[in-house]
Nanobody, 120 residues
């Protein structure tokens, strides 16, 4: 399984970015996929997750109302739409698949990450 995250970059506070994560090597047959992030000198944290079948979502409190996770079944790709970005959103963002469903999901496969930097 290979996961390729893209779409990160430098954006001003209040701006938007859209992250993508494409899978290769096998189809997306996992029940739950998600996004996580790790800021400098901090532990990795959960951001958002989605059930591949049905599309039920859940979010960390820090991003509710600003971020939206989605997936494209045909393209075997998932997305993270990030709006109203804040400097504290600065982090390396990772996509992951084969996750459990909960406040702190565990996932079996991880992408390499894409850097998001939000300037004040």
């Amino acid at each position: 399984v290979q996961l390729q995250a893209s779409g990160g970059g430098l954006v001003q506070a209040g701006g938007s970015l859209r992250l993508s994560c494409a899978a290769s090597g096998r189809t997306f047959s996992w029940a739950v996929v998600g996004w996580f992030r790790q800021a400098p000198r901090k532990e990795r944290e959960f951001v958002a997750a989605i059930r591949w079948s049905g599309g039920t979502t859940r979010y960390a409190d820090s991003v509710k109302g600003r971020f939206a996770i989605s997936r494209d079944n045909a393209k075997i790709t998932m997305f993270l739409e990030m709006n109203s970005l804040k400097p504290e959103d600065t982090a390396v963002y990772y996509c992951a698949v084969a996750c459990s469903w909960g406040d702190q999901p565990d996932c079996d496969y991880w992408g390499l990450g894409t850097l998001v930097t939000v300037s004040s």
